[in-house]
């Protein structure tokens, strides 16, 4: 069973997701062959990618942001 949809721009979207794996895959084979290294981000690390194959891990991303300021649900009315 497929899961159902209730956009209009279904066939929009899949395109659009379909065009961005495959210029991806491009953009990683292209630059593999130009010798230059491809950063990119897999489970919340950032990794860098050497021509050769060598893997280098560059940065830990913290899945928690703290703000400075609290966020709650409202309606603010300016009235004259």
């Known amino acids: 069973m497929s899961k159902i949809v209730f956009r209009k721009d279904v066939s929009q979207t899949k395109a659009l997701v379909k065009a961005a794996r495959v210029s991806a895959k491009r953009a990683f084979s292209g630059s593999k062959a130009l010798g ?18 060598k893997t280098i891990v560059k940065n830990h991303i913290e899945a928690s942001v703290d703000t400075p300021f609290k966020i709650e649900k409202g309606l603010v009315l300016h009235a004259k």
């Open 36 to 53: 230059l290294s491809v950063s990119y981000i897999k489970d919340g690390i950032v990794y860098e990618e050497d021509a050769d194959g």
